[in-house]
């Protein structure tokens, strides 16, 4: 059960005017997102196929049109509610991803949690926010941390205010309090990271560029090798609250794993995909790609056809 722990109140921003965000004109290339570092390594295939799965055709549901993708998250309690970010904020959806309307934050969200209890954290290059309504509301956090150049953010699923923090110049730090106080747990590189919690235990999962897959169950202190992943370089990373199922992205798609990331299927969408998020259930996956274009799957990444 989640903690009734939850970040201070803020009160700064608030929402602008929606405006559909569907159908305007791609800007420019992505840019670097969560998990990604200035030099990756290959990593042997894992048993994973890279051949696309058969049948249905394959249809963006919009193309966002920003200049940039970072991050992708479902929003508690409904599957018709996304979060994506990108270098200018975080954009919205309520109705699965036909139509998406900004929030009233102008920062680069180049990670995104949002929480159980509604609040929403963002870090990113120089970027370090909450909102505790929603996404009405912003303020900056007031932290300890040596630098806010962020590129991997990790929130616990059993814990709102428990975070994990790499920083672009090394190290992983862990917060017990909302973001405020930090302390390094890890000296090494964890450029992809997903906090999930298996039978009351948080573990995180990350990417070790010189490894592949690795995970922790002492908050990033020592980790152990999952094995390579199915296709580097790694992307973006999601995974559902109890860590069975996970997806991975990357410069030839989207795949899943359904045991922890001990095994991963057949890519299930092709392209080089930059953000990706799937469901509590597992049922519904999601995925933007380098042209920015929205994908949604609600058969668990079997088939991707447009909205009906």
């Keep these: 059960m989640a903690s ?3 970040l201070p109140r803020v009160r700064e921003r608030r929402t602008p005017p929606r405006r559909p965000w569907s159908a305007i004109a791609l800007l420019g290339g992505a840019a670097a997102v969560v998990g990604i570092v200035a030099v990756y390594l290959t990593f042997p295939p894992s048993p994973a196929q890279t051949t696309p799965p058969v049948g249905g055709e394959t249809v963006a549901w919009t193309r966002l049109g920003t200049r940039d993708v970072h991050s992708l998250a479902f929003g508690p309690g409904s599957t018709d ?13 309520e109705d699965g991803g036909r139509t998406w309307d900004p929030l009233a ?22 970027v370090f926010q909450a909102s505790d309504d929603a996404g009405s509301t912003w303020a900056s956090i007031p932290t300890d941390l040596p630098s806010l ?3 991997a953010f990790a929130r616990d699923p059993d814990d709102p205010l428990r975070m994990w923090a790499y920083l672009a110049a090394g190290g992983l730090y862990e917060s017990l309090d909302g973001g405020i106080g930090w302390s390094e747990v890890f000296d090494g590189h964890r450029p992809a990271l997903v906090a999930v919690s298996r039978q009351g235990v948080t573990v995180l999962v990350g990417l070790d560029p010189f490894t592949g897959l690795v995970e922790s169950d002492d908050g990033g202190r020592s980790w152990r090798g999952l094995g390579p992943p199915p296709s580097s370089p790694v992307l973006t990373l999601a995974a559902t609250s109890d860590g069975r199922s996970m997806v991975l992205g990357s410069t030839e798609g989207l795949f899943r794993s359904d045991d922890g990331g001990a095994s991963w299927s057949e890519r299930l969408l092709a392209g080089t995909v930059l953000a990706a998020a799937i469901s509590e259930d597992g049922s519904t996956v999601a995925a933007v790609t380098r042209e920015t274009d929205f994908f949604r799957s609600d058969d668990g990444g079997r088939t991707w056809s447009g909205p009906t």
Excluded: C, N, W, Y
């Design 4 to 6: 009734k722990r939850s």
């Design 81 to 93: 509610r996304l979060l994506f970010g990108h270098h200018g904020g975080v954009l919205e959806t």
């Design 105 to 126: 934050v102008d920062a680069d969200a180049m990670g995104m949690r949002p929480a159980e209890d509604g609040s929403i954290v963002i870090a990113g290059h120089d």
């Design 149 to 151: 150049d962020i590129h």
